[in-house]
């Protein structure tokens, strides 16, 4: 078994780790204090694109966490540092729920050709016909594409749903341009939690429950990669998956049988 000893820190996935739906997983406030108790760095890393962070942040003590804000890391975060890095705010923003409000000091919503990002993340009944060609004549127009994820689905409490990657793709498709990609599997959104704390990749893992952007997106840029059989797990594509975790468990739970 792979050690686990050189280990200084996590970088835990939000939705399908720590709950499903309305609902805590079980044992997962343990596993935090676990982490805690050990004196192990820790940061939040979520591809959800419905909430700002304050509401995350909110949602997850009303479930019993004691996580800070400080301590989340959204796609929004690394869609800000590049705009402001670039200089130009001018954005389309294809979104739903309140995650608005992480771009409202960062992101001068406008119209048109003038735009200079669309910004697009699982915006849910909001993607609309309407919404979408307004994306794509403000691509034909000169704006980049800013994916702040492009997860293919995610668990809701009624079944999979479908995220922004498939509406990502198509954008992708009818423009013939890329969009650069804000949320996990992203190098440099791993990255800027990792800074956050101080720590290598090689001293850190990652736990999620996706099998792509969660496990293969940790490993690749050489963190270790623990998968949990929650949330959206699906046995199926963990044995087809070409980059395989460090280690697979029941749950976040049962994460104190590793450490």
């Not at 800000?80 to 992480?102: S, Y």
């Not at 994916?147 to 423009?175: C, H, I, N, Q």
């Not at 429950?209 to 963190?223: L, P, V």
Request: net charge neutral.
């Amino acid at each position: 078994m792979v050690s686990i000893m050189d280990v200084k820190g996590f970088l835990i996935d939000l939705d399908g780790v720590l709950y499903i739906g309305e609902n805590a997983v079980d044992g997962a406030q343990g596993a935090i204090e676990l982490l805690r108790e050990k004196k192990y760095r820790f940061r939040f890393v979520s591809n959800t694109t419905r909430k700002c962070r304050k509401t995350i942040s909110d949602r997850l003590a009303q479930l019993g966490f004691d996580i800070p804000e400080s301590s989340i890391f959204t796609p929004p975060l690394a869609a800000i540092a590049r705009m402001n890095a670039a200089g130009k705010h001018r954005c389309l923003l294809i979104t739903t729920g309140d995650v608005h409000k992480d771009f409202e000091q960062s992101c001068d919503r406008s119209s048109g050709s003038s735009i200079d990002y669309v910004v697009i993340g699982d915006a849910g009944d909001k993607i609309t016909y309407e919404k979408m060609n307004e994306a794509f004549r403000a691509l034909n127009n000169g704006a980049e594409i800013i994916a702040l994820e492009k997860d293919r689905y995610w668990m809701a409490p009624d079944g999979l749903m479908l995220s922004a990657g498939p509406f990502v793709a198509a954008l992708e498709f009818a423009t013939g341009k890329t969009a650069t990609v804000m949320g996990k599997p992203s190098k440099a959104f791993f990255e800027m939690a990792l800074r956050d704390m101080e720590i290598r990749p090689d001293q850190a893992a990652m736990i999620g429950d996706d099998i792509i952007t969660d496990i293969a997106g940790a490993r690749k840029i050489g963190m270790k990669a623990i998968l949990v059989r929650t949330g959206k797990f699906k046995e199926e594509a963990l044995r087809s998956a070409v980059i395989k975790p460090t280690y697979v468990i029941d749950s976040i739970a049962s994460l104190r049988d590793i450490l």
